[in-house]
Antibody, heavy 121, light 107 residues
Framework: EVQLVESGGGLVQPGGSLRVSCAAS????????MNWVRQAPGKGLQWVSL????????YYVDSVKGRFIISRDNSKNTLYLQMNSLRAEDTAVYYC??????????????WGQGTLVTVSS | DIQMTQSPSTLSASVGDRVTITCRAS??????LAWYQQKPGKPPKLLIY???SLQSGVPSRFSGSGSGTEFTLTISSLQPDDFATYYC?????????FGPGTKVDIK
């Protein structure tokens, strides 16, 4: 059974940093691209970042470029999102999600339950 | 960048109704479109991929159609479990915008 479990959310001050993690199980983690998607309270879904299975290719939405870094440790079956220079507008539930296909861009077929990141003084 | 829009933003319907939601892309995305269902406090659930392919385990009352810039999600006979918010998403490129969502609530 595919499982994705996020952790590391919490309260952080504006300008601060936080790293969230996603532990994966039930599939060959290194074969699949992984994504972070966020949802601000009461708002819609926003894709944040993608990393290829090998980790060699990464993509970001413009609003987080230069501030967030996606990475993965395939030996630990874990996905990360390092968030720096955090702003109030980064407050959201952060979900990790698996890309459906091994090769190429694809829909997101499995999602974690999410971890809440709150940026506030 | 590709922009996604959805209509309507809210839809009031009754159990048994046929429901249709429309999603439009600002430029052609071929058939690289997915539909998700989300209930409050839960993560999204993939319903449809590649515009019309039903994800495993999803009831057959859900169907998708369209290509290019205009797509539809249809629920043939609305069930109590279907009251939720629905999002479309494009994946024609390595940029994955979602539509703003359509909330389906009880009439």
């Amino acid at each position: 059974e595919v499982q994705l479990v996020e952790s590391g959310g919490g309260l952080v001050q504006p300008g601060g940093s936080l790293r969230v993690s996603c532990a994966a199980s039930g599939f060959t983690f290194s074969s699949y691209a992984m994504n972070w998607v966020r949802q601000a309270p009461g708002k819609g879904l926003q894709w944040v970042s993608l990393i290829s299975g090998s980790g060699s290719n990464t993509y970001y939405v413009d609003s987080v470029k230069g501030r967030f870094i996606i990475s993965r440790d395939n030996s630990k079956n874990t996905l990360y999102l390092q968030m720096n220079s955090l702003r109030a507008e980064d407050t959201a539930v952060y979900y990790c999600a698996r890309g459906q296909r091994i090769v190429g861009a694809s829909a997101f077929d499995y999602w974690g339950q999410g971890t809440l990141v709150t940026v506030s003084s | 960048d590709i922009q996604m829009t959805q209509s309507p933003s809210t839809l009031s319907a009754s159990v048994g109704d046929r429901v249709t939601i429309t999603c439009r892309a600002s430029q052609s995305i071929s058939s690289w479109l997915a539909w998700y269902q989300q209930k409050p406090g839960k993560p999204p659930k993939l319903l449809i991929y590649k515009a019309s392919s039903l994800q495993s385990g999803v009831p057959s009352r859900f169907s998708g159609s369209g290509s290019g810039t205009e797509f539809t999600l249809t629920i043939s006979s609305l069930q109590p479990d279907d009251f939720a918010t629905y999002y479309c998403q494009q994946y024609n490129s390595y940029f994955f915008p979602f539509g703003p969502g359509t909330k389906v609530d009880i009439k």
